[in-house]
């Protein structure tokens, strides 16, 4: 009876087993997309409001690098920019007297045109207007030259500005997406290079779950494919979460280490990953098993 009860009990505890293999078609760890954001700046970092753990929305400057160089190369460009100003407000005075010379002139031609019609005006006196409307037209011609070369040095220093104000936007720490700093790697006060990571952040709300299935698997597998992710409430119990694949790797790959036993890990499988609304409950690298 006892060698009965022994083989019963044995036999029971092998189907419990063969069962909870039948349940879960693959095996895997969940995972976010994560973003490390980085400066854009050299410089020290004056405030730099980020600590892990905390939430932070999108677009919400965190922090900033030192601009005071950049303000100051800005505004020597500004003074350069008003004395230039100054230069072509002078030109184009210049000119108004000019045209106002040559308005005078053209008073007088008028004149001496009509008093040749009558006689009382020598041609001499015709030529000699001419000439001095002529010598006031290339006087005008010559200023304006200046004129278009003091233009386009405005246009140069209007560029160099602008490409200042843009150094200086970048000096801002813009957050670029919502979520959860996971990591910080720098900290206020230090002097960071452009490329330095300041901290990483992923969006826990949309976590993602990885496993790698074989050929015949994914074969019935689509893309928005409903599906039933596994996690361990405790030794003995999951508990079910619904996912949706979002991604399947169009390449076979051997099996990582971590999964499973040695005559599984030699098999060639394919990625697949499975977006899962996240409650709270979900942490990046938990382990999890797939019910297809």
Do not use: H
């Not at 008003?82 to 040559?102: A, G, H, T, Y």
């Not at 694949?245 to 999964?259: G, L, N, Q, V």
């Amino acid at each position: 009876m006892r060698k009965l009860a022994l083989f019963i009990a044995i036999s029971a505890i092998m189907v419990s087993c063969s069962n909870d293999k039948k349940n879960s078609d693959g095996y895997g760890n969940f995972e976010a997309d994560e973003i490390i954001v980085s400066s854009e700046s050299a410089g020290q970092l004056m405030e730099f409001s980020v600590k892990e753990g905390d939430n932070k929305v999108k677009d919400e400057i965190i922090g900033m690098v030192d601009t005071i160089p950049l303000i100051l190369q800005r505004n020597q460009l500004l003074a350069q920019k008003d004395l230039i100003k100054s230069k072509f407000e002078n030109i184009n005075s210049q000119i108004d007297v000019l045209n106002e010379q040559k308005n005078n002139i053209m008073v007088d031609k008028n004149r001496v045109d009509k008093l040749l019609e009558e006689k009382a005006a020598t041609t001499k006196q015709k030529d000699d207007i001419k000439g001095n409307i002529s010598v006031i037209e290339k006087q005008i011609k010559q200023i304006e030259t200046q004129n278009i070369n003091i233009n386009n040095e405005l246009k140069t220093l209007e560029t160099q500005i602008a490409v200042i104000n843009d150094k200086i936007k970048r000096c801002y720490i813009k957050n670029p997406s919502k979520g959860v700093v996971i990591n910080r790697f720098s900290d206020k006060g230090e002097m960071i290079a452009p490329g330095k990571p300041l901290y990483k952040i992923a969006d826990l709300d949309i976590i993602n779950f990885k496993t790698y299935l074989s050929g015949d698997q994914v074969a019935n597998l689509k893309l928005g494919q409903k599906v039933k992710v596994l996690v361990d409430v405790d030794k003995k119990t999951n508990r079910e979460i619904e996912g949706e694949i979002y991604w399947i790797s169009p390449k076979a790959e051997f099996t990582p280490k971590i999964i499973q036993t040695k005559e599984e890990r030699v098999n060639l499988v394919y990625p697949v990953k499975i977006r899962i609304k996240n409650d709270g409950s979900l942490k990046i690298g938990m382990p999890g098993e797939i019910k297809l």
